[in-house]
């Protein structure tokens, strides 16, 4: 049945809002699809499977021997968030080349490492800086995350990146260098 219904400004006729497409470099395919969903899984993985190894690497002094009811709930709601996060990061990325969306997801995920990295202040001001005292969770909140956080700033600073803009400025530029040449060759 077909519609006379326009599509809203912006819009192609398939209602697919229309972006910039861009070129997206392997270390960022790698990273943002794969690597930083993969261990957001694992991080659901551990705060729902294996809560007790979860909370001790965490903060061994403070993990319970029995996990309390309410504890064992609200590892169970991070997972959730861990496994949101993934899916979020590789599926939602994964639809789209619309650098303008990218970089929405990409400035959220931004502020959650730094949500992220605020968590772990308790644990003292060291615990940012010194990788002697870091175990297995440790490494991925606070190292992981710099590297999470920095991969995003740096796309969102549009480092190795190549927009539509990008690449119609490198044509042109390319288009005006073979003009001169040419116009140099007529010269003789």
Known sequence: MASDKQAPAGATATNQPQGSAFSLPLLYRLFFLLIEPLSALLGAYYAYFDKKAYLE???AASAPETIPLGTSIVLSQLANLYLFFAINEALVLRSTSDIHVWKTVLFCLLVGDIGHLYTVRELGMNIYWSPST???IDWGNIPFVYL???MRIAFLADVGLCTSAT???IEVTKAID???KCD?????
């Not at 140099?184 to 003789?188: K, M, P, S």
């Open 57 to 59: 690497l965490t903060h």
């Open 134 to 136: 870091w175990n297995a």
């Open 148 to 150: 999470g956080a920095s």
């Open 167 to 169: 690449s119609m400025v």
């Open 178 to 180: 073979q003009q001169a």
């Open 184 to 188: 140099e060759l007529i010269r003789g």
